[in-house]
């Protein structure tokens, strides 16, 4: 079972502030005005509820869903990402996201291998649950796409940063 003991302070920091990131990354490609970026919040924090709910999801992806229902988890996971994007214009927070996600990455791959494909696949979930939440372009919630170019294409960069299909 892989869990919190298994990793440094900074990486478990890193761990539990990626679903946070991933979601982050989508809203940023393509920004929704103020009505998408609440459902695309409410998105990714229905993807860490239902996580933590489903029997078939990995013992990681369970650590990081049960340290982000404590006040300690969700403390830490905010100041990681506050440390790390604070002052930085939307495309440096998306470009840092990438960054971060591939060194999430590298660490479970080397930390975690059997849970890392499981927890990556998690991630590229939820920003697709994010970018899945609310329609681009259109009027007020009407027409436009379900999900755009520039959101599928940050979709596709963090599959790669993750080095997943």
Do not use: C, Y
């Not at 078939?56 to 100041?79: N, Q």
């Not at 927890?119 to 939440?133: N, T």
């Amino acid at each position: 079972m892989t869990g919190k003991a298994d990793f440094t302070s900074a990486e478990w920091s890193m761990i539990l502030s990626s679903p946070m990131l991933a979601g982050m990354a989508v809203s940023i490609a393509d920004p929704s005005g103020l009505w998408g970026m609440m459902q695309e919040a409410m998105a990714s924090g229905r993807a860490l509820l239902e996580a933590g709910s489903d029997p078939g999801a990995s013992d990681l992806v369970k650590a990081v869903v049960a340290d982000m229902e404590t006040s300690e988890g969700r403390t830490a996971a905010r100041d990681a990402l506050r440390s790390e994007l604070n002052g930085k214009t939307s495309a440096e927070i998306k470009q840092r996201a990438f960054t971060t996600l591939g060194e999430i990455g590298s660490v479970l791959d080397a930390k975690a291998p059997k849970d890392a494909a499981a927890f990556k696949g998690w991630l590229k979930h939820i920003a697709e649950r994010v970018a899945e939440a609310g329609s681009e372009g259109g009027f007020m919630g009407f027409g436009g796409v379900k999900v755009s170019e520039a959101e599928k294409a940050t979709i596709a960069e963090i599959a790669t940063a993750l080095k997943i299909a």
